[in-house]
């Protein structure tokens, strides 16, 4: 009879504690910005925003896709809000050369050669 008594209180408060996580998670809100694919192509494509290798499986948090609008905003002279407003669609939407505004070159080495002149002789 005590076995039976204890192992209703467990469940009772096994329940208990469900209920009580379940409700507690419900009513956490959830922080995130949403943006559309077609934007973070777009920042991709013009040297805002390196988009994580899919195969490693990285995301990209709220801060980075801020920075990369914010930089974006700065650069077409509008209002800087890091967040995509109208005015950042409308410049995301005007046509384009197609060359990134930001280039990787830091990534890249600087000089390949030496110019006939400009190298130093070790005498």
Known sequence: MC???CFL???RVVFACIYWLNNNAE?????YTEISVDALQYMSMNGY???PDPRVGQLLDE???KK???SLQRFGNIPVTGVLDDKTVELIETPRCGLPDISKSHDTRKKRYALQ???WNKN
Request: glycine fraction near 4%; charge should be neutral; avoid cysteine.
């Open 49 to 51: 925003l390196d988009l």
């Open 117 to 119: 002149g400009t190298k």
């Open 3 to 5: 076995q039976k008594m």
């Open 27 to 31: 009513s956490a809100p959830a922080h």
């Open 9 to 11: 209180q467990m469940i």
């Open 63 to 65: 801060n980075t896709i």
């Open 68 to 70: 990369s609008l914010e």
